[in-house]
Structures are given as C-alpha cells and as structure tokens.
C-alpha cells in the first residue's frame, strides 16, 4: 500500500509557504490507517516498551492506538494548564514564538522504559521538549516513532543518539 496517496497535502497553511501534511485524510481510511499502525508497530516492536508518550494533539493520535497494539500504557502531553494533577514544564521554540508542554509529576516510573511518539517530525523541538520531560521523571528513553519524518528539515540530529523510527519521509517542501 502507497500511504503518502492517503495523505493530503494543504499549501500555505499555517501561513504562507508551508507546505501542511494532513494526516486526517489517512485516518479516516480503515485500511490505510491499520496498515500504518501495523507497519510502525513492527518498526518499533524490538524495543522493550513500558509506556509510549505523546505530545498534544496529534501525538495522541498515533501514540494510544500504537501503544495498544504494542500492549503498552500512553501518557498525554499537554500544552499549558490543560492537566489537572501536579505537573512539570518544559517550553521549547517556534517558527513563530514559544509553546509550553506539561506532563504528570506522577506520569512515569523511574526507570520506565519509553518511546516518545507523534505524528510527524519537522524540527525536533516537541518532542525534545518531551524527552526533557520524561527523563526530568526518570524515565528512559528508548526511541522516538513517528509517521512521517521531513527530512530536509533535519530533526533528526536534534535527538541525538536515540534510535528514531520513520514510516513515511518527506524529502523537499
């Protein structure tokens, strides 16, 4: 199966000159959307995996269905004041300003083992932000998964040594 026929996309949104991957139009095809997951599940099914984490919104996308087919428990990440528990912060930089990601103090287990997850990788400043989190509460990092990785944005080698999982790449804008 070809999946970037499934994925739409959406000139000059946000703004102009970006180029916006939509993953919605791949979600609403069954079959397209249970042949990713499977694929990615396979990708990353090596790795010793207690918890999966996701980073608000579209990392709850692909980070709680993976994490059920990988028997595997999921912690939200959530912008700013959107938890109702104890939380720890990390804010990390924009295109177009800063954003603040915040995560249960109680969330993850010192030494849990975790994959962070999310739906594309651009610049690698989210889901950075959310490694900080997760080793800030102990836990260990085994991986970063993802859908789609643009590749000429290079957020690859903003996450240094850790093992990072791709299914679909993106190489121009």
């Known amino acids: 199966m070809n999946l970037k026929e499934s994925i739409r996309i959406i ?33 990353v099914g090596h790795l010793e995996i207690d918890l999966l984490v996701g980073p608000e919104a579209r990392g709850f996308l692909v980070g709680a269905p993976l994490a059920y087919k990988l028997g595997a428990g999921f912690i939200p990440v959530r912008k700013s004041g959107k938890l109702p528990g104890e939380v720890i912060e990390a804010s990390y930089q924009l295109e177009y300003g800063q954003d603040t990601l915040q995560i249960h103090k109680d969330a993850i287990t010192p030494g849990a083992k975790v994959l962070v997850v999310d739906d594309l990788l651009a610049t690698g400043g989210t889901v950075w932000s959310t490694a900080d989190l997760v080793r800030s509460l102990g836990g260990e990092i085994v991986g970063f998964a993802f859908l789609i990785e ?6 690859r080698d903003k996450l240094g040594n850790y093992p990072v999982f791709s299914l679909l790449e993106f190489d121009s804008e």
């Not at 979600?27 to 599940?41: C, I, R």
Request: no cysteine; proline share 8%; aromatic share 12%.
């Open 150 to 155: 643009l590749t000429f944005l290079k957020g």
């Open 11 to 43: 000139p000059d949104f946000p703004k102009p000159g970006i180029q916006f991957i939509d993953i919605t139009t791949m979600l609403k095809d069954g079959k397209a959307m249970k042949y990713a997951f499977d694929q990615l599940a396979a990708m």
